[in-house]
C-alpha cells in the first residue's frame, strides 16, 4: 500500500506541477504559459485531435506544443506529431524558469529543432508579468 501511495504521489508531481507537499514545483503552471502566449498570438488552446491527443495551441501557422526545458526532447516528438496530423509547421515553446541551469536544453532544442524545421519560442515567468 506504501508503494502504491509513492507512485500516485510521484505521478501526481510530474503531472501537476506540485510535489507531494503540496507545494509548487514551478512558478507558473504549463497551461498557464499556454494560455497566456496562445491568446497573444491568435491561437486556440487544447486542440484535440481525432485520435485524442492533445495540441497546446493551433495558430493559423503552427502546430505548438509548450514544455518546460528538462522536457526539451518530449517536446520535440509531439511538436512533430501536431504538425505532421494538423498539416502545419511544428513548433515548440520552451518554458525557461531556471536561467543559466536551463541553457543546455536550450541548446539541446535548438539543434534539433534546425534539423527538423520546428519553430522555437522561449518564455520565462517575467514574460507572464502584466505590463
Known amino acids: 500500500m506504501k508503494r502504491i501511495v509513492l507512485l500516485l504521489c510521484i505521478i501526481f508531481t510530474f503531472t501537476s506541477g506540485v510535489n507531494a507537499a503540496g507545494c509548487r514545483t514551478h512558478k507558473y503552471y504549463e497551461k498557464d504559459y499556454q494560455q497566456a502566449w496562445c491568446s497573444s498570438f491568435g491561437g486556440t488552446t487544447e486542440y484535440v485531435l481525432p485520435d485524442k491527443a492533445r495540441v497546446d495551441c493551433v495558430t ?72
Do not use: C
Request: no cysteine; glycine share 6%; charged share 30%.
Open 60 to 131: 493559423k501557422t503552427h502546430a505548438i506544443e509548450f514544455d518546460f526545458a528538462q522536457k526539451w526532447a518530449e517536446s520535440i516528438g509531439q511538436a512533430l506529431y501536431y504538425g505532421k496530423k494538423l498539416n502545419k509547421q511544428p513548433g515548440i515553446v520552451l518554458i525557461v524558469e531556471n536561467g543559466t541551469k536551463d541553457v543546455k536544453y536550450i541548446n539541446r532544442l535548438k539543434t534539433v529543432a534546425e534539423d527538423n524545421n520546428i519553430s522555437l519560442w522561449f518564455m520565462t515567468p517575467e514574460d507572464m508579468v502584466e505590463k
